[in-house]
């Protein structure tokens, strides 16, 4: 049973930062993509940001230098680190996974996802 779990969100003022983690567990494959996803009430869960187990990485073009992806493999967990938060970056983030490692973009192609963490900008 794979299991996502997040940590980390809250409230910041415009331009400051903040960290998301993602503790996974019960993995047994060796190819896999991990990607935080955001989503605004009335709109589409969006992927933000991916890496696969080869540490290939994807950004959103509105988030292109100001959020970092990264994976520490022995701790099995996934970071977010948001850096020049906007009011726009407000949302629900969530943490999510699928076997092989080319990452789709759509938020069906995801089997796993964590529960979600609130990220407030103001």
């Known amino acids: 049973q794979v299991q996502l779990v997040e940590s980390g969100g809250g409230s910041v003022e415009a331009g400051g930062s903040l960290r998301l983690s993602c503790v996974y567990s019960?993995?047994?494959?060796?190819?896999?993509?991990l990607a935080w996803f955001r989503q605004v009430p009335g709109k589409e869960r969006d992927r933000v940001t991916s890496?696969?187990?080869?540490?290939?990485?994807t950004y959103t073009e509105s988030v292109k230098g100001r959020f970092t992806i990264s994976e520490d493999k022995p701790k099995k967990t996934l970071y977010l680190q948001m850096d020049s938060l906007k009011p726009e970056d407000t949302a629900t983030y969530y943490c999510?996974?699928?076997?092989?490692?080319?990452?789709?973009?759509?938020?069906?192609?995801?089997?796993?996802w964590g529960q979600g963490t609130q990220v407030t900008v103001s």
């Open positions: 890496i696969n187990n080869r540490g290939e990485q």
């Open positions: 019960g993995y047994s494959y060796n190819t896999y993509c």
């Open positions: 999510a996974a699928h076997w092989g490692a080319y990452c789709h973009t759509d938020h069906a192609s995801f089997q796993f």
